[in-house]
Nanobody
Framework: VQLQASGGGVVEAGGSLTLSCAAS????????IDWYRQAPGKQGGLVAS???????YYVDSVKGRFIISRLNAMDKVFLQMNDLKPEDTGVYYC??????WGQGTQVTVSS
């Protein structure tokens, strides 16, 4: 399985971005996909996830601002990020369960 994240960029606080995670290979082996954020000098952490069945999960800091969705089974997973804050800055990785990592995409939110 290969995962490729895209859609990052530089945006002002209050702006929006939509990240995409494209999966290829044995997509049927992916049970869920997480969006994980690694910020400079900080411990990385889960931002949102979605199961193959479509059940979403959000950490408290992004609830009401971010929306995770998927296309077909797990061909693509999107993270729509609204009302972005400087603390949302970081490299965003999509991670497929059981254990697939892709390259990240940089999101920078300026104040």
């Amino acid at each position: 399985v290969q995962l490729q994240a895209s859609g990052g960029g530089v945006v002002e606080a209050g702006g929006s971005l939509t990240l995409s995670c494209a999966a290829s290979g044995n997509i049927g082996s992916i049970n869920a996909i997480d969006w994980y954020r690694q910020a400079p000098g900080k411990q990385g952490g889960l931002v949102a996830s979605i199961t193959r069945g479509g059940r979403p999960y959000y950490v408290d800091s992004v609830k009401g601002r971010f929306i995770i969705s998927r296309l077909n089974a797990m061909d693509k997973v999107f993270l729509q990020m609204n009302d972005l804050k400087p603390e949302d800055t970081g490299v965003y990785y999509c991670i497929g369960h059981p254990s697939y990592w892709g390259q990240g995409t940089q999101v920078t939110v300026s104040s």
